[in-house]
């Protein structure tokens, strides 16, 4: 089991920054994929980026350039860092685990889900 809790949302203006963090824990094996994904009201879940264990990385379109996900093992915790946020960027920003090597943003590919943070970006 494995469970973990996002922070760091909340309201900015467009052009503005966040930065999330997600906490993990419980059964953590070495070869992992963990990412993140948002879901704007009334649309469908979609990934934003991933990380594996070996440090690869992979990002939407839409963010490439704006975001950058990375992983603390020493304190156990997930982060995606946020610049030139936009309002399109509006969404519940969720963090998701799965065992497996290849950095996915595949939504059933994960099993494991917080329970999300809001970020809200204002034009």
């Known amino acids: 089991q494995v469970s973990l809790v996002e922070s760091g949302g909340g309201s900015v203006q467009a052009g503005g920054s966040l930065r999330l963090s997600c906490v993990f824990s419980g059964y953590i094996l070495r070869t992992n994929c963990m990412s993140w994904f948002r879901q704007a009201p009334g649309k469908e879940r979609e990934g934003v980026a991933a990380?594996?264990?070996?440090?690869?990385?992979t990002y939407a379109d839409s963010v490439k350039g704006r975001f950058t996900i990375s992983k603390d093992n020493a304190k156990n915790t997930l982060y995606l860092q946020m610049h030139s946020l936009k309002p399109d960027d509006t969404a519940m920003y969720y963090c998701?685990?799965?065992?497996?090597?290849?950095?996915?943003?595949?939504?059933?590919?994960?099993?494991?889900w917080g329970q999300g943070t809001q970020v809200t970006v204002s034009a």
């Open positions: 998701a685990f799965a065992y497996m090597s290849t950095a996915t943003l595949t939504t059933r590919e994960y099993p494991y």
């Open positions: 990380i594996v264990s070996d440090g690869s990385t």
